[in-house]
């Protein structure tokens, strides 16, 4: 079966860490974008952090030097290292990548829930995972 999962969120402290994972099955993540997004109550879509298919890796300003996108393709995954976490980090987190790769399997296009779906630079996407942030 072709997905995308997230997993790893969960409730913190502020000042705590996660380390959130996307496993793709039936897919190799190899010569796609990849991405992490998230979404907070009342917000919009809120890119995180990405790293293209020939390793240029961006972050959002609120989150560099406290977040570390990577990757390990003996397992087809990918993860977002938090760690300092603070109280406007907690959303919904959501993995994405490209449905049509540089090579290898296109993808059927899956929408992620609420606003993210409406980002142009990705079109498959996991259904989420909560991180929540206490003070």
């Known amino acids: 079966e072709v997905q995308l999962v997230e997993s790893g969120g969960g409730s913190v402290q502020a000042g705590g860490s996660l380390r959130l994972s996307c496993t793709g099955s039936?897919?190799?993540?190899?010569?796609?974008?990849m991405g992490w997004y998230r979404q907070a109550p009342g917000n919009g879509c809120e890119m995180v952090a990405t790293?293209?298919?020939?390793?240029?890796?961006s972050y959002a300003d609120s989150v560099k030097g406290r977040f570390t996108i990577s990757q390990d393709s003996l397992k087809n995954r990918v993860y977002l290292e938090m760690n300092s976490l603070k109280p406007d980090d907690a959303a919904v987190y959501f993995c994405?990548?490209?449905?049509?790769?540089?090579?290898?399997?296109?993808?059927?296009?899956?929408?992620?829930?609420?606003?993210?779906?409406?980002?142009?630079?990705?079109?498959?996407w996991g259904q989420g995972t909560q991180v929540t942030v206490s003070s």
């Open positions: 994405a990548t490209e449905r049509t790769p540089r090579f290898g399997l296109i993808l059927p296009r899956i929408d992620p829930p609420g606003g993210c779906r409406y980002v142009s630079a990705f079109d498959y």
């Open positions: 039936g897919f190799t993540f190899d010569g796609r974008d």
């Open positions: 790293e293209t298919r020939d390793g240029h890796i």
